[in-house]
């Protein structure tokens, strides 16, 4: 198994403009994380997908903030538009009912100039 | 769910047991303990979890005392390899909210 994969590995931007993350979890996987991890503020959940539908969202730090999982094998994480300080890296892991256990990829560094 | 508290930092030497305590004096009955860890500019990785009984696989050994109010994570033979954030957390059962604090800075000395 290929694991978690993300996509772009790098992504530098201007601010104002949008920016669109990408996860493929695990095959087989019903759970879907989106984190992001700065010096500051650590490692925080942003959302939680189960089947494909959002289950907490609280963490999303605003309206700019838009994630979606249209399907099993798919998310996207958007920001639009994009300021300096979502610069961060942003991890996005899978797990499946009764496992108990989170598979992070290996996540998204993203600069806002 | 209830928090924890781990020390900033720490050093072992290389061969020996690395020893990372952690704090989590409101655990409730029904919250278990997990242990992640980070290597530099990886996502994080899985070591172990536990209830209230001594745990103990491929990576690494956990120890909850007896009242749950704390825990330890042996690395029996620690490598350069292991130099890492460590990361405890815990967390009811199949709620699937993880919140990682800072976690304990492992450096491991050759």
């Known amino acids: 198994d290929a694991g978690v994969i993300q996509s772009p590995r790098h992504e530098v931007t201007e601010m104002g403009q949008e920016v669109t993350l990408r996860c493929k979890p695990i095959?087989?996987?019903?759970?879907l994380f989106w984190y992001r991890q700065t010096m500051m503020r650590g490692l925080e959940l942003l959302i939680y997908?189960?089947?494909?539908?959002?289950?907490?969202d609280s963490g999303m730090p605003e309206d700019r903030f838009s994630a979606k999982m249209p399907n099993a094998s798919f998310s996207t994480l958007k920001i639009q538009p994009s300021e300096p300080r979502d610069s961060a890296v942003y991890f996005c892991?899978?797990?499946?009912?009764?496992?108990?256990?989170?598979?992070f990829g290996s996540g998204t560094q993203l600069s806002v100039l | 769910d209830a928090k924890t508290t781990q020390p900033p930092s720490m050093d072992c030497a290389e061969g020996r047991a690395a020893n990372l305590p952690c704090n989590h004096s409101?655990?409730?009955?029904?919250?278990?303990v997990y242990w992640y860890r980070q290597i530099h500019s990886q996502g994080p990785q899985y070591i172990i979890h536990g209830l209230k009984n001594n745990e103990t696989n491929e990576m690494a050994s956990l120890i909850i005392t007896e009242d749950r109010k704390s825990s330890t994570l042996i690395l029996p033979h620690a490598t350069l390899r292991d130099t890492a954030v460590y990361y405890c957390?815990?967390?009811?059962?199949?709620?699937?909210?993880?919140?990682f604090g800072t976690g304990t800075r492992l450096k491991v000395l050759a």
């Open positions: 409101t655990i409730s009955g029904n919250e278990y």
């Open positions: 997908f189960n089947n494909n539908v959002p289950i907490d």
């Open positions: 957390i815990v967390i009811i059962w199949r709620t699937y909210k993880y919140i």
């Open positions: 095959s087989g996987h019903d759970y």
């Open positions: 892991a899978s797990s499946f009912t009764g496992n108990e256990k989170l598979f």
